[in-house]
């Protein structure tokens, strides 16, 4: 069974860095098609963040401006989101999801979220 696990989200103040960590469970993280971080912010919708392919390029949403940056340790099956230079308005609930492409079937796969909380 596939299971993405988030942590590292908190409190911190505007100008602050943070580290977010999706582990991999039940897979490796080089068998998803995509790992991508998504964000929820109050009243809005869930909105994508950042993606990593199995090669190791990344995307990230042009709104970030630069301040965020998506790694992974394919040892530790783990993948990362650097954030730096928060701003309250990256106050969200972070998500990670995993997508696979097996054959014509696809699955997607989702972490229950971590909840940072930037502060002005």
């Known amino acids: 069974q596939v299971q993405l696990i988030e942590s590292g989200g908190g409190l911190v103040q505007a100008g602050d860095s943070l580290r977010l960590s999706c582990v991999v469970h039940?897979?490796?993280?080089?068998?998803?098609?995509?790992l991508t971080w998504y964000r929820q912010r109050p009243g809005n919708q869930r909105e994508w963040v950042a993606g990593i392919l199995p090669d190791g390029r990344t995307d990230y949403a042009d709104s970030l401006e630069g301040r965020f940056t998506m790694s992974r340790d394919n040892a530790k099956n783990t993948v990362y989101l650097d954030m730096s230079r928060l701003k309250p308005e990256d106050t969200a609930v972070y998500y990670c999801?995993?997508?696979?492409?097996?054959?014509?079937?696809?699955?997607?796969?989702w972490g229950q979220g971590t909840q940072v909380a930037v502060s002005s």
């Open positions: 999801s995993g997508h696979i492409i097996n054959g014509y079937r696809e699955y997607d796969y």
């Open positions: 039940g897979n490796t993280v080089v068998s998803f098609s995509s």
